[in-house]
């Protein structure tokens, strides 16, 4: 069906096709509940998408092949109502998307082991399909078509059930060396024990993120309450609970900006939906808390971020490198109106 972007400003368009023949491409998003199609344009427009229930317990093989026949039926749609074929695939995932393997994904079971990549290279009968991690994905998407594009370094914040985040340096997204960068829910914040990720923690996701968030409201107030309903509450205990979780996740924003010095973070995920109390809240912190405060912004695609990425990838995957980085080379930022309120020989 016809879909329009979360914003209706027009994206900006990033791929010049030869000739009048239009550029289509699918992205894949595979998630644990459900995993969603889109065919789009050149400008990373949603023209059509499908949606499939990821039935994540009967393993990998049946989603892949699920998917593959959904990603043909656009395909043919493509043939049939725009007169062009698809000329590249793309597809991201939660977890740790290694070459061989998708680490950290409890969500998935049986992904484990499962080379995402050339299974789909397999089941789609194309030559390749770039795979990447669903929030670093998302982080692509803001850089190229979003909040991010004219700031370099950026930071994207995805704040949903869990907490990720991915770093944009020079026009790409830091993947790591594990292909693990941003994993921020794994920072200890204090309060918990130094090998509490040994032992299969995730501590700052614990305090902040949607899931811990409404279970601990719901054992403070005896009734179920989700984080957004948490975020704006008035109820004194809850209004305590959640201000301590934006503080707790306001200090550690600022603790990513003394060290990438970000000239903007970007924030999406489920939370948003309270993105009138949360910004203004969280940005106090930051301020007070950095000695060069970034700008904070709402996320161009709070909703289907990861497809949006894997939308973006498969398009830059249809352009020579050094295009991609000039296409999202930043525009040069503005200095600070003012000094820092600290001395500087304390930061440096």
């Known amino acids: 069906m016809p879909v329009t972007p979360d914003d209706p400003t027009p994206l900006p368009h990033l791929y010049e096709p030869p000739g009048d023949t239009p550029v289509l491409v699918i992205g894949i998003d595979f998630g644990g509940t459900k995993t969603e199609l889109a065919l789009a344009d050149a400008d990373g427009s949603l023209l059509a998408r499908e949606r499939l229930d990821t039935l994540a317990e009967r393993g990998p093989d049946q989603t892949l092949a699920r998917a593959a026949e959904a990603a043909r039926r656009l395909a043919r749609e493509a043939r049939e109502r725009f007169g062009a074929p698809v000329l590249a695939h793309a597809a991201v995932a939660p977890g740790i998307v290694q070459s061989d393997r998708i680490l950290l994904t409890p969500n998935l079971p049986g992904w484990e082991e499962l080379a995402l990549s050339a299974r789909l290279a397999q089941e789609l009968a194309v030559a390749q399909v770039p795979v990447a991690n669903d929030v670093r994905a998302g982080a692509l998407a803001e ?34 060396a594990h292909q693990a960068a941003g994993e921020i829910g794994y920072i200890n914040p204090g309060g918990a024990p130094f090998d509490a990720v040994a032992s299969g923690r995730a ?15 719901e054992e403070l107030l005896g009734r179920p309450v989700t984080a957004t309903e948490l975020l704006r509450s008035t109820d004194p205990a809850a209004r305590d609970l959640a201000d301590h979780a934006v503080t707790v996740l306001g200090v550690a924003l600022a603790n990513l900006c003394a060290f990438a010095d970000p000239a903007r973070i970007v924030l ?23 000695p060069f405060p970034p700008e904070l912004r709402a996320a ?11 939308v ?12 991609r980085q000039e296409n999202a080379r930043p525009r040069p930022a503005a200095p600070p109106s003012a000094p820092p309120t600290a001395p500087l020989g304390a930061v440096r």
């Open 143 to 176: 850089l190229r078509h979003g909040a991010l594009r004219d700031a370099d370094p950026g930071l994207y914040v995805s704040l949903g059930t869990g907490i990720a985040a991915a770093l944009t340096i020079g026009g790409r997204v830091l993947a790591g």
């Open 203 to 217: 501590p700052l996701e614990e305090l902040v993120a949607g899931k811990g968030l409404g279970e601990r409201a």
């Open 268 to 290: 999406g995920g489920g939370l948003m939906a309270a993105a009138d109390v949360l910004l203004p809240a969280l940005e106090r912190v930051v301020v007070a808390a950095t």
């Open 300 to 310: 161009r695609f709070r909703r289907d971020a990861s497809l949006h990425g894997a």
């Open 312 to 323: 973006t990838l498969a398009l830059d995957s249809l352009r020579p490198r050094e295009e």
